[in-house]
């Protein structure tokens, strides 16, 4: 193109759905935007600052496959690809103050984002995950990530405490069940048939 742009490509034919997928890629950025990340590409890309005019198509043969291409102008480098990472992007942590600025709630990007996390194409973690509600095991995993707070903010470690410990006594019950029934003898041919003869015998 005559003009330096950036570009997301999306299969599919709904605009909405490729910009939402493409949005909630920040909940996989950690709070850092100071580079390229193959994480958060196309959200860069969406919420890059200097982008002045955004245009979208859809290609409808099969599936149909959505372009959005992105410019600031003839004069400005195409968004995420040259540098300019901490001017364009302020960091963004996806608060209930940042969504009310914008229109939206943090339910409805828990919503997308648990639906995008269930095809296996997002893996939200950290603080950006906790702030509208998603629990991430990993950073229970790692105390060593980034994110300082380990637990989301309405998870007491008292709850997590009582919800480990009713799950280890349902597995221990089950398995207790499985057990018991293996120990069990098998029935012999001969109590099979006995049954038969019993049933036989007995009229409906």
Request: aromatic residues 8%.
């Amino acid at each position: 193109m005559a003009i330096s742009a950036g570009e997301n490509l999306a299969t599919g034919k709904s605009v909405a759905s490729a910009a939402w997928m493409w949005f909630t890629e920040y909940l996989q950025s950690g709070g850092d935007y100071s580079k390229f990340s193959h994480h958060t590409g196309h959200y860069t890309a969406l919420a890059w600052k200097s982008v002045k005019t955004i245009g979208c198509g859809i290609g409808k043969g099969g599936k149909g496959v959505i372009h959005c291409m992105y410019s600031g102008g003839s004069k400005s480098a195409a968004p995420n690809m040259a540098g300019g990472f901490s001017k364009n992007l302020p960091a963004f942590k996806g608060t209930a103050a940042d969504f009310k600025k914008c229109g939206l709630t943090a339910a409805e990007v828990k919503a997308k984002a648990t639906l995008f996390k269930g095809w296996g194409i997002l893996h939200p973690s950290g603080t950006e995950a906790r702030n509208i509600g998603l629990w991430v095991i990993d950073d229970l995993l790692d105390p060593g990530s980034k994110s300082k707070n380990v637990l989301p903010a309405n998870v007491s470690p008292a709850a997590l405490i009582s919800a480990c410990a009713a799950l280890f006594a349902t597995a221990m019950f089950t398995i207790g069940i499985v057990m018991r029934r293996r120990s069990r003898p098998a029935a012999t041919h001969d109590e099979k048939e006995l049954l038969s003869i019993e049933q036989a015998e007995c009229p409906e």
